[in-house]
């Protein structure tokens, strides 16, 4: 009885073991976003399905910003903080205390500082909704892309995942998919179909550059 008892702690041992390995092994990545949240609700859900990375902690800038609030209903750490925290390390340490690998700006809308691009070098990126590097910097971003690529007449538009710098949307891009503008295109109906290739494609995008570290 007693060699049957010895057996089962030591496979009970071996098991927490390989379990620890496994936690340990495991990539974490913070989203910061600054609104609604329905690019941090996909990506939360596809790697919810992954083994070798999930999202862990959300950050936002906004109080007020639904996509606290799906964080909270999905089960993953969630945060606000201010520009104050965000310069003065509160946000850097936050990062080291949930071992995060890797960051992930889904529509947040504030400059990264310094601190936290030395902290991690080519391990933040961002996701813009035009064919950079037309229609991006500083006021870029939702319907006004759209509305700015329609009145340009463009014939395609599409997404672009880049590196985070100093600038607004002046990173390395890292991949684009496009989509086809076609004639009484309005800003709604594009704006649906880069949301689209946004769903379908940043995700996929993050977990290899993940892999890769």
């Keep these: 009885m007693s060699v049957f008892f010895e057996k089962k702690w030591k496979y009970i041992l071996i098991l927490n073991i390989v379990n620890e390995y496994k936690t340990l092994k495991m990539k974490r990545i913070c989203i910061f976003a600054s609104g609604n949240g329905t690019n941090t609700k996909n990506i939360i859900d596809y790697f919810k399905q992954r083994k070798n ?4 902690l959300v950050l936002s800038n906004k109080k007020e910003a ?13 945060r606000f ?90 990173g390395n891009i890292i991949f684009q998919a496009r989509c086809k503008i076609k004639q009484g295109e309005t800003a709604d109906s594009l704006a649906k179909k880069v949301h689209k290739l946004e769903y379908e494609h940043y995700p996929r995008v993050i977990e290899k550059l993940v892999d890769s570290i």
């Design 53 to 56: 990375c999930e999202v862990s």
């Design 66 to 78: 639904y996509v606290l609030q799906r964080a909270q209903l999905l089960g993953v750490s969630n």
């Design 81 to 170: 903080f201010s520009r104050e925290d965000l310069h003065n390390y509160t946000v850097l340490k936050l990062l080291e205390e949930y071992r995060i690998d890797f960051i992930v700006l889904a529509g947040f809308l504030w400059l990264i500082p310094k601190e936290l691009l030395r902290a991690y070098p080519n391990r933040i990126v961002n996701i813009h909704p035009a064919l950079l590097p037309k229609y991006g910097g500083k006021g870029m971003y939702g319907a006004r892309v759209h509305e700015i690529v329609l009145e340009n007449k463009e014939k395609e538009s599409g997404i672009s995942v880049h590196y985070v710098n100093e600038e607004y949307d002046k």
